[in-house]
C-alpha cells in the first residue's frame, strides 16, 4: 500500500512539473472610485512563481512596478488585481516567471491620457480615467 502511493505521488508530481506554462485567459484596465486597476486571469497556475506587474511610457522598455504571487499549483481559473495608485504610465503588461526560470506575458494594455478638452487642466492622471482598454487573449 505504501509503495502504490508513492508511486501515485511520484506519477502527480511529474504530470504537475510538466505542465504546460500559464495562459492570461484576460488582462484589463479600469478605475473605481479614483483609482486605476490592472486585472488578470489565467486558466490554471500549475508550476507559476509569481507575476510581476511591469509599466511603460515608449511600449518598448518595461519597469516592474510591483509583484503577485502566485496560488500554489491550482489548476482552477484565478483571478487577480493591482492597484495602480501612484503609477502614471501609459502601458502594462503582467510578466509570469514559471518554476522552470522561463518568463511569458500578458499582452500590453495602455491608458490613453485624458485630453485636456475632456477634463478640467487640474485633473490628474490616472484619477481622471477615460475609457481603458481591455485585451484578450
Do not use: W
Not at 3 to 18: E, K, M, R, Y
Not at 54 to 69: M, Q
Amino acid at each position: 500500500m505504501k509503495q502504490a502511493i508513492i508511486f501515485i505521488l511520484a506519477i502527480c508530481n511529474t504530470l504537475l512539473l510538466s505542465a504546460q506554462p500559464t495562459a492570461f485567459n484576460s488582462i484589463a484596465l479600469h478605475g473605481q472610485q479614483k483609482r486605476a486597476y490592472i486585472s488578470f486571469s489565467t486558466r490554471n497556475e500549475v508550476n507559476v512563481r509569481y507575476y510581476s506587474i511591469e509599466a511603460s511610457n515608449d511600449n518598448k522598455e518595461f519597469n516592474i512596478i510591483g509583484r503577485l504571487s502566485a496560488t500554489t499549483n491550482s489548476i482552477q481559473p484565478v483571478q487577480h488585481q493591482y492597484d495602480l495608485s501612484g503609477h502614471d504610465y501609459a502601458y502594462y503588461r503582467v510578466g509570469q516567471l514559471n518554476m522552470n526560470g522561463t518568463m511569458s506575458y500578458s499582452e500590453v494594455v495602455n491608458i490613453t491620457p485624458p485630453s485636456l478638452d475632456r477634463h478640467k487642466e487640474t485633473d490628474s492622471f490616472p484619477a481622471a480615467l477615460p475609457e481603458l482598454a481591455e485585451a484578450k487573449q
